[in-house]
């Protein structure tokens, strides 16, 4: 296999912390902080592929404040998706390939069963345009692009929803949380581990090669966010973190009883038998990765 120059934007995230090892068997891995290139600041971005010169770009880096979006639309667009179609742009002229990551929240989420990568978007949330519009900026300006939509992230780097119950079911007597919204916890290393599959095999295709597109990429199975709270704080219990909230206590609510600023899919399950059946990935049930979040703190801990 020949090596390649990658250039990884936001390699500070939860994605891109994962896609620094998970590349490096690709090649030179050039890895971009927020700090060294802010994609609000939309000047920055062509010099820097341009001065780099890599043969593929990975962009794991968003705005991700989902409710915050609701009163920074404009912040949220140029972060989502004006930076990623001047990626694009940028990777088109330089001859590389783009790896661009997507969400379930370019879905209305009233679907009855998974959603397939055909299905009609329809984004709820002024970050799900956003997220969209990027999507489709990307499209138009590369054509040798990968896009993966995937959702409910999670991984030992950064913060996330399993890091949140952790802290507070070892803080707290009582836990509420919402039980009618469904997904699949997806984690960091699954998405960083088959984004350098797919590259493996894609990274030198022409341009008109069927397999370049938009893909779902997300762990199997499904849950909701009440039974994955339950999930991840019986396993830390058993692993012997301080657990102090009781089972018992943590009560199942609905949606309309937690407001907050910005409309949140119902149902967020995505279907992965495109991806599967295109690169022959394998993606293993949501609790297998969530094992190992969990296993990871543990260690980080010292414990």
Known sequence: MNKYKI???GGNGQV???LKSALQPLGEVVVVTRAELDLSDVLEITPLVIRVNPDI???ATAYTAVDRAETEPELAHTINAVAPGLLAQAAHEVGACMVH??????????KKTPYVESDETQPLSAYGRSKLAGERAVVEACPRHLIF?????VGAHGGNFLKTMLKLAQDRDALRVVADQIGAPTSADLIAETTAQILSVMAEQPKDDPRWGVYHLTAGGQTNWHAYASYVIAQARVA???IKVADDAIAAIRTEDYPVAATRPMNSCLDTAKVRQTFGVNLPDWRVGVDGVLAALKRSDGT
């Open 7 to 9: 250039l990884l934007i």
């Open 16 to 18: 891109g912390h994962a």
């Open 57 to 59: 770009i990975v962009n």
């Open 101 to 110: 990551y997507s969400t379930d929240y370019a879905y209305a989420g009233t």
């Open 149 to 153: 939509r995937t959702s409910w992230v």
């Open 240 to 242: 012997g973190w301080p």
